[in-house]
Nanobody, 124 residues
Framework: QLHVVESGGGLVQPGGSLRLSCAAS????????IGWFRQVPGKEREGALC???????KCGDSVKGRFTISRDNAKNTVYLQMNSLKPEDTAVYYC??????????????????WGQGTQVTVSS
């Protein structure tokens, strides 16, 4: 069965850091675009925070300079390093995989596999 699983969420104080992991099972991430998304309860899921595809990465303005996406193909895992976390970063974070190039952060369709999400809470 093909799927992705997120991990690494938790409770962190403002200004702290977390690293989320997105592990793929049943397929190789090498040729996939991976996007990290987040969703606040009661609100629609917005476009990707960061995407990684074909050796390139991109993060949106809201998290640029604080969040970094990277991948370890040997571990078949993509990471989201989150630094300088703010209370407004509190959300459920999802990763998703698409078997083609996606270069548009605003795009939410086209991802075949979505994880179940991991909760990130930023609070003192």
């Amino acid at each position: 069965q093909l799927h992705v699983v997120e991990s690494g969420g938790g409770l962190v104080q403002p200004g702290g850091s977390l690293r989320l992991s997105c592990a793929a099972s049943g397929f190789t991430l090498d040729y996939y675009t991976i996007g990290w998304f987040r969703q606040v309860p009661g609100k629609e899921r917005e476009g990707a925070l960061c995407i990684s595809s074909s050796g390139s990465t991109k993060c949106g303005d809201s998290v640029k300079g604080r969040f970094t996406i990277s991948r370890d193909n040997a571990k078949n895992t993509v990471y989201l390093q989150m630094n300088s976390l703010k209370p407004e970063d509190t959300a459920v974070y999802y990763c998703a995989a698409a078997p083609w190039l996606i270069d548009d952060l605003t795009r939410t369709v086209g991802y075949d596999y979505w994880g179940q999400g991991t909760q990130v809470t930023v609070s003192s």
